[in-house]
């Protein structure tokens, strides 16, 4: 069992917690993800590392929720436990070598992209942040994003704080402009990270993508993250889960994936909704 230290909400459907896992809080590294049960009858969900504190013994996990699980897993309060706590899981982030980084993350993506930016930025490399949200009433980690970053850009879709426009209209203009980074990584929805890279690649630069969006049981066995790749004039294929979940931008087929992963939206809003059925009036 593994006891919730500390919980508070981000935005109205997006919360953060800690949780007492010394074993992953000593192994993990940022862009991999651990694998959480709730309960006993809870299904397995994967879940990206948004911090550790090794001396403390604790990980962060940051959530939005959008499903059955992840509602059951809100309910759960301060000093309550959660049944399983797998990882550290996937491949890190690759950092080495990378001098001059571009971080653009989307939404709750943002989770994931925080603590990547703020590795490269420990390792004194100058960051780049770009982070958009749809409105102010959503957007999370401001403060932690202007910490780590040498430049940081927030958009909002509506105006509503920041500049207005999504994450790419930035990028272009910093690109345009010179400006040249020894690496992209985009973080976020399927269809904000493939017009990412399609803005990066008339400049050249290498593009990461995180494919954590498409992640389902965090194995492989379920095949929900199959991805295909385009590399040397064959398409190869790879999980998201197991073999990444970064992969070279330019080598993903979004279409595809963003096809994929639509598949399930309607089975998980059923879900969703008889979970929020059965916890109407328990609080």
Not at 42 to 70: D, M, W
Not at 159 to 164: A, E, L
């Amino acid at each position: 069992m593994y006891k919730i230290v500390s919980k508070k909400p981000l935005n109205a459907t997006v919360t953060q917690m800690e949780i007492d896992a010394p074993l992953v809080a000593k192994k993990a590294k940022p862009g991999q993800f651990v694998i959480l049960r709730v309960d006993e009858e809870g299904e397995r969900i994967p879940l990206t590392v948004a911090g550790t504190n090794p001396e403390k013994g604790t990980v962060k996990i940051i959530f939005q929720i959008v499903g059955a699980t992840t509602e059951r897993l809100n309910h759960k309060n301060e000093g309550e436990f959660l049944q399983d706590f797998v990882g550290p899981l996937g491949v890190a982030t690759h950092t080495e070598g990378i001098k001059k980084v571009c971080i653009v993350g989307g939404g709750v993506g943002c989770a994931i992209a925080m603590p990547v930016a703020q590795e490269f930025h420990r390792l004194g490399a100058d960051v780049t942040s770009i982070i958009g949200f749809r409105s102010k009433d959503i957007v999370i980690l401001e403060e932690e994003f202007n910490e780590c970053s040498n430049k940081m850009v927030l958009m909002c879709d509506d105006g509503s704080y920041g500049r207005q426009g999504n994450v790419t209209l930035p990028l272009k203009e910093m690109l345009e402009a010179g400006e040249k980074f020894d690496q992209i990584i985009t973080i976020g929805p399927l269809i904000m990270m493939k017009f990412v890279v399609e803005t990066a690649k008339p400049f050249n630069i290498p593009v990461s993508v995180s494919m954590n969006p498409i992640m389902i049981d965090g194995t492989g066995m379920c095949g929900c993250c199959r991805l295909t790749l385009h590399q040397d004039g064959k398409n190869v294929t790879k999980f998201a889960c197991v073999d990444g979940p970064d992969f070279n931008g330019y080598e993903v087929d979004f279409d595809e994936a963003m096809s994929r992963n639509r598949m399930y939206m309607d089975f998980e809003r059923h879900a969703y909704e008889e979970t929020c059925n059965l916890f109407k009036g328990v609080e």
